[in-house]
């Protein structure tokens, strides 16, 4: 953070490693701006990105070749490189403003969630005291931290002083059970597809042995593979939470308590604490009446603050 000037706006090529951690950390407390990218995003989505946004800094791998033009190398972070621009915009940006993500999850999208402090933190708190995140406890990082959902679990993790295991192998190698076994680890979030690799894979009780829950969000697991999840984790006194969120409430909106997982298979559960949900009819009264069709309403401290499709939105409320 010594490197960085404050009220600045950072790209971050993240990976799942110590620097995008410690990065996000030192944009937090030089009350700068950040957006989170993916370390493998093309040059031309790059670029489209830099001309759009006019970041201050780009933080990247030693070993990415991309050619960052009117960047200068100010610094090194161990296997990061700080770039700094050599013509810098003025930029106005919203005092309240910390975190720019990807609607789609997709990398070099121009358009991006404004995330408040206040949004990161409530969100994050929320979560925290639902899944009843503790100091001991030990997680495993099996999505990409410029998702909202793999940003989300580190966030939680980091808020409660617990450990994080930074992994960047999937579950078809032997070297991520082994970082699973010996570091005990008790929680991992997934999405369907993580699931369905599991069940492929066969689950085997000797890899879970550490484990207390693991929750499922980015969309709808098929029930067949979802049940024979749930019987497992059943039988291992293991909780399979189901979570259902979106980029624009930051991370996560709703939950549904492994004990239920089996009897209300489908449902995406209750809100979050802090968080409301309203069912509403086309002339925007509350449906409160089963097995009616409506649009479902999310209120909370974790709204974003809107879009940002270049570096002037950066200034709105």
Same mark, same amino acid.
């Given at each position: ?31 700068? !701006? ?33 050619? !960052? ?249």
């Amino acid at each position: 953070s010594k490197n960085i000037n404050e009220n600045s706006l950072i790209f971050l090529l993240s990976d799942n490693d110590y620097e995008s951690v410690i990065s996000i950390i030192s944009a937090f407390f030089s009350h700068s !701006v950040i957006m989170l990218l993916n370390a493998n995003i093309h040059q031309k989505s790059l670029d489209k990105l830099i001309s759009l946004y006019k970041p201050d800094y780009i933080l990247l791998n030693k070993n990415k070749k991309l050619k !960052v033009e009117k960047f200068n190398n100010k610094s090194s972070f161990n296997n990061y490189f700080i770039l700094e621009t050599s013509k810098a915009t003025k930029k106005n940006l919203n005092p309240k403003l910390f975190l720019l993500q990807s609607t789609s999850g997709s990398t070099g999208s121009p358009k991006n969630v404004r995330i408040s402090y206040e949004n990161l933190i409530s969100n994050t708190n929320s979560i925290i005291k639902d899944l009843n995140i503790v100091e001991n406890d030990v997680t495993i990082t099996t999505l990409p931290m410029n998702y909202v959902y793999g940003l989300s679990i580190i966030n939680t993790h980091l808020m409660s002083g617990s450990k994080i295991i930074l992994n960047k192998h999937s579950f078809f190698e032997k070297k991520f059970w082994r970082e699973f076994l010996f570091n005990k680890v008790n929680n991992f979030g997934g999405v369907p597809f993580t699931y369905e690799i599991l069940n492929k894979m066969g689950l085997k009780k000797e890899n879970f042995e550490n484990l207390r829950y693991s929750t499922v969000a980015g969309g709808h697991l098929n029930d067949q593979t979802k049940k024979k999840i749930i019987e497992f984790y059943e039988k291992n006194n293991i909780s399979f939470i189901s979570m259902y969120g979106a980029a624009e409430a930051t991370a996560r909106m709703s939950i549904l308590p492994g004990k239920f997982s089996k009897e209300k298979i489908n449902s995406i559960g209750f809100p979050i604490s802090g968080g409301e949900f309203k069912l509403l009819d086309e002339k925007n009264k509350i449906i409160d009446e089963p097995f009616v069709d409506g649009e479902l309403i999310y209120n909370g401290k974790n709204v974003c603050m809107g879009y940002a499709r270049n570096f002037n939105d950066l200034s709105k409320e």
